[in-house]
């Protein structure tokens, strides 16, 4: 994975060496590089939801609107929940975005249900009918996000600890890094990676027909890697 170095990410360690000094994340010395990756592949959604809440050729639609809004806030959610160092935390965020994101599928596919029938859909009614709805990259696309979803569903509810010692469970949450940062990196780049797939191959993303100010945005802000998904 491309690594872009950004005035971004060196303003979000210093909000972190603020609001949590005590973070193993940010009280070493040495970043791990997995930590940037991290922030850029969620920086690079936030950039690409920024302008589809921008871009008009969203606003006819207002539940996907509104969805486009709740991902923006979920993605940035992992964001602060990463440095908390708390897996379950960290799967709870992850797999709120992805079930915002299957939501927004379903609103693209179902034009007639209002942003209230879309967010009352189950996940079993969203995977069913997501999938009969569409085929090839999309719904591969679909299928990868319900496994991410299942994926850290699994790990919320698996991660549970003792209470008999608050003070002692909560320092032990500062300590170390915790374990299998791989494994949870990776749930998070196959999920933003799926965004921008999404955005090409199902909502009709089109860098070519953005404002200028908005393809410098986008090819300022984002890798390259990133941009193929979208061209």
């Not at 209002?114 to 591969?140: A, C, M, P, W």
Request: proline share 3%; with cysteine; aromatic share 12%.
């Amino acid at each position: 994975m491309e690594i872009i170095t950004n005035n971004s990410f060196e303003k979000y360690l210093t909000y972190l060496n603020q609001a949590m000094p005590h973070s193993p994340w940010v009280r070493n010395d040495e970043i791990q590089p997995t930590f940037i990756k991290v922030f850029n592949a969620i920086q690079e959604n936030l950039v690409l939801t920024e302008i589809n809440t921008d871009n008009a050729m969203y606003l006819s639609s207002e539940p996907k609107e509104i969805l486009f809004g709740i991902y923006k806030e979920n993605i940035l959610s992992i964001l602060l929940s990463w440095p908390t160092n708390h897996p379950g935390f960290i799967s709870y965020n992850i797999r709120t975005a992805c079930e915002t994101l299957l939501k927004l599928i379903h609103s693209h596919l179902f034009i007639d249900k209002s942003y209230e029938q879309v967010s009352r859909t189950s996940f079993r009614h969203l995977k069913e009918d997501n999938k009969k709805e569409t085929e090839g990259i999309v719904k591969d696309s679909i299928i990868k996000l319900c496994k991410i979803y299942g994926e850290s569903s699994r790990k919320v509810h698996g991660h549970s600890a003792s209470y008999s010692d608050g003070d002692l469970i909560i320092n032990n949450y500062f300590e170390n890094i915790f374990d299998d940062i791989d494994y949870y990196a990776d749930l998070i780049f196959e999920l933003t990676d799926q965004y921008f797939i999404l955005n090409k191959n199902l909502f009709g993303f089109s860098v070519q027909s953005l404002r200028v100010d908005q393809r410098i945005k986008i090819r300022s802000n984002i890798s390259g890697e990133k941009l193929t998904l979208l061209n």
